[in-house]
């Protein structure tokens, strides 16, 4: 039996960005610090950041620290007005990519053009990138709300994405949309990072007899790593570490795949490529 792992499996550019900063931060001094929402979608690595004594809050009342992290999933403007107005020192890890997409809802929706987002409702993202549209944006996640939708034929719509989203749908959503007629102008803003891994892991997963997907519950890429692995090998199996691995493999096994999400560290992805390797 062999083994393959997605190359790009594990922390994209701007989770790494944003955890450097935090521990730059911490040897600078500024402990203890908050992040707004947990800075990575992984338990373990939450923990050990706690540990150096950055602090998850999900909200401003209930932050005591003095310094406030942004993630890399950004904010709405109104956040940064409610830090300012609590004399919070703010350190902004919005990942590029998602500024991308502020500044691009922020100019098309003040040149009057309707907005929508492909991307899940209510995800951090999302709602950030919605705060910097100046009129009510619209969300869409499935087929059938792209289907539903009407727009005001005398609109101009700006159509962007949520930078996780899975690459075809979002193909898929927006010819949905220039079907209707309307007059589009189409931002294709799913970062590159998480196009390449979801291509790897589409490539790996074609190829595997047993997929494994390693990721945090709560992490909207590595579930959408699972739902491309599931729809090309049936045997995918959805992980948080290796404590939920119950791999019971079958003698006629020749490959299992491997890949994680953005927010997966490598000391995981080790630990479960070596205990495929061992026991199999
Ligand atoms: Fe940025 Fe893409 Fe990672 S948007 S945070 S590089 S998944």
Redesign the pocket.
């Given at each position: 039996m062999d083994f393959q792992i997605a190359p790009h499996a594990g922390f994209?550019?701007?989770?790494k960005m944003?955890i450097q900063k935090g521990e730059e931060l911490v040897r600078a001094g500024h402990v203890p610090l908050a992040t707004l929402g947990p800075l990575i979608h992984n338990p373990q690595e939450v923990k050990r950041l706690e540990s150096l004594g950055i602090y998850a809050r999900e909200t401003f009342e209930e932050i005591r620290e003095n310094t406030v992290l942004i993630r890399?999933?950004g904010v709405a403007p109104s956040v940064y007005e409610e830090a300012e107005k609590r004399g919070l020192e703010l350190y902004d890890c919005t990942?590029?990519?998602?500024k991308k997409i502020h500044r691009i809802v922020e100019e098309k929706s003040a040149e009057g053009y309707e907005i929508i987002i492909i991307g899940n409702e209510g995800h951090p993202e999302v709602e950030g990138i919605r705060g910097w549209a100046s009129t009510p944006a619209i969300v869409v996640e499935s087929h059938e709300q792209a289907e539903k939708i009407t727009i005001d034929r005398d609109k101009k719509v700006c159509i962007v994405s949520q930078?996780?989203f899975n690459y075809r749908k979002f193909q898929e959503l927006v010819e949905i949309f220039t079907k209707k007629g309307y007059d589009v102008s189409v931002a294709n803003t799913i970062?590159?990072?998480?196009e390449v891994?979801q291509k790897e892991a589409r490539e790996i997963a074609d190829e595997a007899d047993v997929m494994i997907v390693i990721g945090g519950a709560h992490s909207s890429?590595s579930r959408k790593l699972y739902e491309i692995c599931a729809k090309e090998c049936e045997n995918t199996h959805f992980i948080q570490t290796l404590e939920d691995l119950h791999l019971d493999l079958p003698k006629s096994v020749e490959l299992v795949g491997i890949t994680a999400g953005?927010s997966t560290p490598n000391k995981i992805i080790e630990e479960v490529q070596n205990y495929v390797r061992i026991n199999f």
């Open positions: 994209c550019f701007g989770v944003a890399t999933h990942c590029p990519f998602v930078t996780t970062c590159n990072a998480t891994r890429n953005a």
